[in-house]
């Protein structure tokens, strides 16, 4: 029996369900960074970012429904690395003046990785005619370049301040 030919559409579904499992991962990872976090800014940042994820995984809830296929995630190998860098780091860094800069930095790693996978989740979406998950999918590509820029901005602040004191 000769195996289906896999189409776009068969690839919008998988990486839709890679993100949806990352999304999920994201607001644990987030969540453990605020409370790690000393740096005030930074730990604003990541609670903020912790409630706007969890939004995040309801829109792509919503995505699921517009294609008309069952919400499921499917183990993300690229977002379990990057939380498990994360968690590495802050053993060998918690408590030192280095430690927020770590956690910016481990921050914005899943934050790059986010706007990869939703500008191509957009991208795909307008190409299958799926207009409202594009729209969908695009605030949440938005959100994520957000939090990359503020992630840079506090991340500079935290650097310049712990060199200070090196």
Known sequence: MATKE???PDAFYETLKDVYYAEKQ????LKKSAKAAQHAELKQAFETHADESAIQVERLQQVFEII???ARAKTCEAMQGIVSEMEEDLEDFGGTPAADAVLAACAQAVEHYEIARYGTLKTWASQLG???AAKLLDETLQEEKKTDTLLSKIAQKINVDDSKGA
């Open 130 to 132: 799926y207009n409202d």
């Open 68 to 70: 008309g296929k069952p």
């Open 26 to 29: 994201s607001v644990k990872a």
């Open 6 to 8: 896999k189409t776009l």
